[in-house]
Antibody, heavy 117, light 111 residues
Framework: QVQLVESGGGVVQPGGSLRLSCAASGFMFSSYGMHWVRQAPGKGLEWVAFIRYDGSNKYYADSVKGRFTISRDNSKNTLYLQMNSLRAEDTAVYYC??????????WGQGTMVTVSS | NFMLTQPHSVSESPGKTVIISCTRSSGSIASNYVQWYQQRPGSAPTTVIYEDNQRPSGVPDRFSGSIDSSSNSASLTISGLKTEDEADYYCQSYDSSIHWVFGGGTKLTVL
């Protein structure tokens, strides 16, 4: 079945870095754009970044631009999010999601990132 | 740039019908598709409506979506409410400048 599994979350100090991964299965990963979406504790959903199916274009929310980098390895069916210069306000559950039309159709279960000293 | 505004919470009894609204602040609601996501406590979101009014396979036909250009809003209607429908619901749309936008979410209580 179609599945997205995130990993790589954890606790990191302010100013630190972390790389998240999202392993895809059950669909032709190399044919679809992919997103990262986050949700701070007790808050709503916030779109973070998008990458086209072939990695040719990438878009970021203003809140992470210049600090986060989205990438993918189609040979490994894996999506990544490199997060640098982390701040307390980046604390959230991070979800990867498959692109569909103007939104998202399949979501992973999420991985928690906590930025704290 | 635009925002999507949803009521913070709604409540209704089992078996009844509830409508959750999502109002676009500027630009036409019809200019890009609206999606709706359900998020049960402690779980990831799932898609219940895509492209304004389409249901993914496996979503019961008790869930329906619509848009209304006169009020510049989208609506999610859930009929025959069940206790399992209790969740947070988010609308979402797209804009070429600010990209993918979510509403603030509506907490549905089925009491």
């Amino acid at each position: 079945q179609v599945q997205l599994v995130e990993s790589g979350g954890g606790v990191v100090q302010p100013g630190g870095s972390l790389r998240l991964s999202c392993a895809a299965s059950g669909f032709m990963f190399s044919s679809y754009g992919m997103h990262w979406v986050r949700q701070a504790p007790g808050k709503g959903l916030e779109w973070v970044a998008f990458i086209r199916y072939d990695g040719s274009n990438k878009y970021y929310a203003d809140s992470v631009k210049g600090r986060f980098t989205i990438s993918r390895d189609n040979s490994k069916n894996t999506l990544y999010l490199q997060m640098n210069s982390l701040r307390a306000e980046d604390t959230a559950v991070y979800y990867c999601a498959k692109f569909a039309s103007d939104g998202f159709d399949i979501w992973g279960q999420g991985t928690m990132v906590t930025v704290s000293s | 740039n635009f925002m999507l505004t949803q009521p913070h919470s709604v409540s209704e009894s089992p078996g009844k019908t509830v409508i959750i609204s999502c109002t676009r602040s500027s630009g036409s609601i019809a200019s890009n598709y609206v999606q709706w996501y359900q998020q049960r406590p402690g779980s990831a979101p799932t898609t219940v409506i895509y492209e304004d009014n389409q249901r993914p396979s496996g979503v019961p036909d008790r869930f329906s979506g619509s848009i209304d250009s006169s009020s510049n809003s989208a609506s999610l209607t859930i009929s025959g409410l069940k206790t399992e429908d209790e969740a947070d619901y988010y609308c979402q749309s797209y804009d070429s400048s600010i990209h993918w936008v979510f509403g603030g979410g509506t907490k549905l209580t089925v009491l």
